[in-house]
T-cell receptor, first 113, second 114 residues
């Protein structure tokens, strides 16, 4: 069973479109994260939710809106996509906010043309 | 502010030789330190962590890391490299004084040749 899953795995879309990436974890964890990995493999946190509550909101354009319908799911919606949004987006989870070990999903490769 | 530096973009080592991947950090308070590995087209996998105690931490797949407080370093090591160890390795840090943000380094690509 996949612990942290993301859909879709690949996403190719045009500038200006709106798209969503879904993430689900079956580990029973309270905390979930979204990270962006750019073309140079640099990994940067975007958001963190704990029990459906937003905890970390880095300086991310407000075109990015996370939504957590329950603590097992954290989706990422992106409006008005731009070329610079092209990256690999990783979802991760941890047992709780204090837990140090994070479990990562396989990533979603977003390409904006 | 927290930061992590991985000074080498790539490390090359022959199979069977020892390997070291370097990491230095800056953090407020005491550090929690981690190593993760990323194989091609995969998410990151946790390798090991340092919280407190023994400066030498053992992790998965025969990897270990040495915490050095005076040098603010947390280098990843393995006594005998395998070709299958070839991957991208990330060092990460979180401080123990407030905040729940883990900062990742830029990654070091390890290439082990047969």
């Amino acid at each position: 069973d996949t612990a942290v899953s993301q859909t879709p795995k690949y996403l190719v879309t045009q500038m200006g479109n709106d798209k969503s990436i879904k993430c689900e974890q079956n580990l029973g964890h309270d905390t979930m994260y979204w990270y962006k990995q750019d073309s140079k493999k640099f990994l940067k946190i975007m958001f963190s939710y704990n029990n459906k509550e937003l905890i970390i909101n880095e300086t991310v354009p407000n075109r990015f809106s996370p939504k957590s319908p329950d603590k097992a799911h954290l989706n990422l919606h992106i409006n008005s996509l731009e070329l610079g949004d092209s990256a690999v987006y990783f979802c991760a989870s941890s047992q709780d906010l204090a837990a140090l070990e994070q479990y990562f999903g396989p990533g979603t490769r977003l390409t904006v043309t | 502010a927290q930061s992590v530096a991985q000074p080498e973009d790539q490390v090359n080592v022959a199979e069977g030789n020892p390997l070291t991947v370097k990491c230095t950090y800056s953090v407020s308070g005491n550090p929690y330190l981690f190593w993760y590995v990323q194989y091609p087209n995969r998410g990151l996998q946790f390798l090991l962590k340092y919280i407190t105690g023994d400066n030498l931490v053992k992790g998965s797949y025969g990897f270990e890391a040495e915490f050095n407080k005076s040098q603010t370093s947390f280098h990843l090591k393995k006594p005998s490299a395998l070709v299958s160890d070839s991957a991208l390795y990330f060092c990460a840090v979180r401080g123990d004084t407030g905040g729940f943000k883990t900062i990742f380094g830029a990654g070091t690509r390890l290439f082990v040749k047969a």
